[in-house]
């Protein structure tokens, strides 16, 4: 894949999604957020990251918590969590976190495994509110997830689902850069990256925990992404692009 398509294709845009879960919220679009939507995306078609040097690079890390794998299966978002970073230097202060309401009983497994409680998802504010809050959080940051298809889906379904709108920030994988940084070992889970590198976290499959220990892992990949040489992501685009010829 030479290096256009790789741009291409780490920008591409999905397809405009039926929506099935937030039809009944749709029709109470926030004109006001329609409205900073619109110039998020103007401002994300002025501004192309590829030439930022990673010690300048911001980013926002985010984590999703769902019912399931997919949007368009009626699976939905319980909790956002993210985090930015500047660098390699994590901001601890610039967080942000929300349960998302949801009227319908979670299984018993997602409980279970993200603590998430049905009183709480009937307290949280509804996902219009969420989701104009998390767009004013980003503004216009490059994304960074961990498996980041998982939190891809569900942008592009929420985003068109409540504000017919197409989701149009980049998403980068963390494994972007740590598979070049570790190209001999085979890590795949955040656990599993957690444990190599040595970060803490304090609370697993929660949204905000995990976001915080994924930008640990992005914030130790750009420190060894550049002790490698790399000075930007336009020189990992081409180092990928080359490699996979």
């Given at each position: 894949m030479?290096?256009?398509?790789?741009?291409?294709?780490?920008?591409?845009?999905?397809?405009?999604?039926?929506?099935?879960?937030?039809?009944?919220?749709?029709?109470?679009?926030?004109?006001?957020?329609?409205?900073?939507?619109?110039q998020l995306q103007r401002e994300l078609k002025?501004?192309?990251?590829?030439?930022?040097?990673?010690?300048?690079?911001?980013?926002?890390?985010?984590?999703?918590?769902?019912?399931?794998f997919d949007p368009n299966k009626g699976d939905r978002i319980l909790s956002i969590g993210a985090i930015k970073v500047e660098g390699n230097k994590v901001c601890e202060e610039e967080t942000f976190y929300s349960l998302v309401q949801s009227a319908e009983e979670v299984s018993e497994e997602i409980a279970d495994l993200t603590g998430i409680t049905k009183n709480e998802l009937k307290e949280a504010p509804p996902i219009e509110v969420v989701l104009k809050e998390f767009y004013q959080f980003i503004k216009s940051d490059t994304l960074i997830a961990h498996h980041a298809n998982h939190?891809?889906?569900?942008m592009d379904h929420v985003t068109w689902s409540i504000l017919r709108k197409n989701f149009q920030h980049r998403i980068i994988d963390t494994s972007f850069l740590t598979k070049i940084v570790e190209p001999e070992k085979n890590l795949v889970s955040l656990d599993e990256c957690c444990f190599h590198?040595?970060?803490?976290?304090k609370q697993r499959h929660h949204a905000l925990h995990?976001?915080?220990?994924?930008?640990?892992?992005?914030?130790n990949n750009v420190?060894?992404?550049?002790?490698l040489g790399f000075s930007d992501l336009k020189d990992v685009y081409t180092h990928l692009a080359t490699n996979r010829r």
């Open positions: 030479g290096l256009n398509n790789m741009v291409q294709f780490v920008k591409q845009l999905s397809g405009r999604l039926t929506p099935n879960m937030y039809s009944s919220v749709a029709s109470q679009n926030d004109a006001a957020s329609i409205a900073y939507l619109r002025r501004e192309d990251v590829l030439d930022i040097p990673f010690s300048e690079l911001k980013v926002t890390v985010f984590d999703l918590e769902t019912t399931g939190e891809r889906k569900f590198f040595g970060i803490e976290n995990d976001a915080i220990a994924t930008a640990q892992l992005w914030s420190s060894a992404i550049q002790t």
